[in-house]
């Protein structure tokens, strides 16, 4: 499997695959309206164009072949010394085959050579992620609720891993 970064030519790819997995994702989670308001919010094609043309936001994909398996991105410096993970998500049924340990290990590379020293992350309280995330060595730092419009409001745990240099 090879992971390789995504530019403003493969938005139309994002916002597909992550048609295919927001909704199993947070379905238990979300109402179907806060589910359709964040997906426009974060996956539309201006949005994406946005984040990757104007906020400084890398994204990965996860190929093999002409297979997409998943996708990521990260800001690098989000903050002194530490690389900010925006999102991380593995197709459904591509879920406990390594993808996401690769997506992860891909932005620690990147984070690392960057000279960044940590990486943080949110995650939804209710999110199963979160047993992902501590397993590959994130702790908790905090809680955040992060309102996004329309009424909606994001219930996150704030997550950190330090990158150890050799």
């Known amino acids: 499997m ?4 995504a530019g403003p030519t493969d938005t139309a790819l994002i916002n597909s695959l992550a048609a295919m997995v927001w909704e199993p994702t947070y379905r238990e989670i979300l109402t179907k309206a806060q589910l359709d308001y964040m997906f426009e919010m974060m996956y539309s094609h201006a949005s994406l164009q946005e984040q990757l043309q104007h906020k400084g936001h890398q994204f990965l994909l996860a190929q093999e072949g002409s297979s997409f398996y998943g996708f990521a991105s990260y800001e690098l410096n989000s903050k002194p010394g530490a690389t900010k993970i925006h999102k991380l998500y593995v197709l459904p049924e ?13 932005i620690e590379r990147e984070a690392a050579a960057a000279g960044n020293t940590a990486i943080t992350l ?6 199963k992620a979160f047993h992902f995330y501590t397993k590959t060595g994130f702790t908790k730092t905090g809680e955040e609720d992060i309102h996004i419009g329309n009424g909606y409001l994001m219930e996150d745990f704030i997550m950190e891993k330090q990158l150890h240099t050799l």
């Open 2 to 5: 090879e992971i390789r970064k």
């Open 94 to 106: 591509s879920q406990g085959r390594g993808v996401g340990a690769l997506l992860l290990k891909a």
């Open 122 to 127: 949110n995650v939804n309280r209710f999110n």
